[in-house]
Nanobody, 122 residues
C-alpha cells in the first residue's frame, strides 16, 4: 500500500499561483511514476500532469502546458504541482496518484490521495 496525502489547495484569484504537495508513505515511493488529476463535480476525473520515477519524463494535459510544473523529490517522498497563472476553469479537487499501469489514466493508477480543493475566483 502507498498512502498519499495532498496539501496546498485553497482559494486564490485568477492569475495567482499555488503549489500543491503530495506526501507519500508506505511502499517504496520510488517504485511509481506519479500523476496529478483533477475533478469537477459532475465531470470525469481528468489527467493534469505525470512524472516518471527519475523525473526525466514528464507529460502535461494541453490545458495546463506552460502554466503548471510537476516535480518530485524522492528523498522526501513528495511530488509537487506548481500552478501559475491560474484560471477559474482550473477550479477542481486535485488528486495525486501513483501509477501502477502503463498510462496516466484513471484506470491505471494504483493508489490515490483524498484530494485537495483549488478554487480560482475571477
Amino acid at each position: 500500500q502507498v498512502q498519499l496525502v495532498e496539501s496546498g489547495g485553497g482559494l486564490v484569484q485568477a492569475g495567482d499561483s499555488l503549489r500543491l504537495s503530495c506526501a507519500a508513505s508506505g511502499r517504496t515511493f520510488t517504485n511509481y511514476p506519479m500523476g496529478w488529476f483533477r475533478q469537477v463535480p459532475g465531470k470525469e476525473r481528468e489527467f493534469v500532469a505525470g512524472i516518471s520515477v527519475s523525473g526525466s519524463f514528464i507529460s502535461y494535459a494541453d490545458s495546463v502546458k506552460g502554466r503548471f510544473t510537476i516535480s518530485r523529490d524522492n528523498a522526501k517522498n513528495t511530488v509537487y504541482l506548481q500552478m501559475n497563472s491560474l484560471k477559474p476553469e482550473d477550479t477542481a479537487v486535485y488528486y495525486c496518484a501513483a501509477r501502477g499501469g502503463a498510462f496516466y489514466r484513471v484506470s491505471d493508477m494504483a493508489y490515490w490521495g483524498k484530494g485537495t480543493l483549488v478554487t480560482v475566483s475571477s
